[in-house]
Structures are given as C-alpha cells and as structure tokens.
C-alpha cells in the first residue's frame, strides 16, 4: 500500500462518512437504535453495570462500522470484524491515551492521533495489534493535528450538545428526569451516533492516506 504523505482533507472525510451513512442509514440506524435502548435500560435499570455495558456496546459498534464501511467501500468479503483483536487494540490504546491525558494532557492526545486509524488498519490488513499501531502511526504522520482537528469536529460539538440538553431537561422537568429512561435512551442514542460517524471518519481517512480511496474511485470509474 502506498505510504506516501498527502494531506487529509477534513471536509472531504466527513462528507465521505455521511454519504456512506446516507446509502446505508437502516444498517447505521438500526446499529445505533439497538445500542440506544439496550444501554438506556441498562442505565435506567441497572445502574451500576450501566457504565460497563455501554462501554463494550460502544466498542462493538465502533469495530461493526469500520467493518461495513470497509467491505462497502472495498468489496472484500474477506475482510472480518476480528472482535478479539479489535478488543486487543482498544484495550491497550486506550489505556496508554487515558495514561496520557492523565500524567500531561498533551502526549495522550498525541497517542490518541498517532493510533487513531488502527482498527481499520488492523481488519483491512489482518494485522497483530503492535502492527496495527505501527502502520496508524506512519500512516498519521504529517496529518496529526489534521486528525485532531476531525475528533475535535465530531466529539466537542457532541459533547457540548448533551451537556446542553441534560442541563434544559433538569430545569425544565427537574432534575429527576435525568435518570428516566426517555432521557438515557436519548443520550445514548445521540453517543452511538457519535461513535457511528467518528469511526466512519476514521475509516475514510484510512483508505484516504493508505491510497485505497484512489483504488476504489478507479474502481467506481470502470465498472
């Protein structure tokens, strides 16, 4: 595959993830609706395992969108979700990201660019979890603040928004009403979508900087 350095066109990746959402909105949506009302009843009902749920529930979203993306841009039905050593790489990145952010805020995120196409990478490429964050890194390289500046784009206007909502919704049916399920199902649902078009980014900035997106545009041209 082709290593050479190109700049991510942030605009471009993001239109890229939300037209593969549009051609696929009830497999997206589907995924997303599931996730919403599994763990809204798990944070309704079953508080202290709520958080344990969600967790894993968001992983295995993140590991199927990058999986369908794949095989939709790609058309490799040998491509597989690979959980186990998706749930390896997740496991120990984020781990070291959280370590970061917690010792200097900087080197997490640093981390968090540097490894941020390694679960495409990993099912693209049948990786181990070291390669897999060997080949995010060259591939990230000249395009890291790019890559921070598309998490930034997705996850602090999400971030802003909920905090937003819960803060109307106590004022408006008290504070009471944060722990209904109407409310978590809504929370949830706005995370998996969130998880849904980060992951879909990340992917498509993969086959961008990788040189699979020109492979596939080819491949668009003379079929």
């Known amino acids: 595959m082709n290593d050479q350095v190109q700049r991510l066109d942030i605009g471009k990746t993001v239109s890229a993830a939300m037209t593969e959402i549009g051609r696929n909105i009830g497999r997206y949506g589907g995924l997303v609706a599931v996730l919403a009302v599994a763990c809204g009843l798990a944070d309704t009902y079953a508080e ?19 999986f369908y993306m794949l095989q939709s841009r790609l058309g490799d039905q040998n491509i597989k979700p690979r959980f186990g050593a998706a749930f390896g790489f997740s496991l120990l990145s984020n781990l070291a990201i959280i370590l970061g952010l917690v010792l200097l805020i900087v080197p997490g995120l640093m981390l968090l660019t540097r490894w941020a196409l390694g679960l495409p990478a990993l099912l693209r ?67 998996g979508g969130a998880t849904i078009l980060s992951s879909l980014c990340w992917t498509e900035a993969y086959l961008t900087l990788s040189g699979d997106e020109n492979k596939d545009a080819l491949a668009d041209i003379f079929a």
């Open 125 to 191: 490429e049948d990786l181990s979890v070291s390669e897999a964050m060997g080949r995010s890194s060259r591939l990230t390289e000249g395009n890291r603040w790019r890559i921070l500046g598309l998490g930034l784009l997705i996850w602090v206007p999400f971030l802003i928004a909920m905090m937003a909502v819960g803060a109307l919704t106590a004022v408006m049916a008290g504070e009471e009403s944060l722990d209904t399920l109407p409310f978590n199902i809504l929370i949830n649902l706005a995370a």
């Open 48 to 66: 202290r395992a709520g958080n344990v749920i969600g967790n894993i529930a968001l992983f295995l979203l993140s590991v199927l969108a990058v």
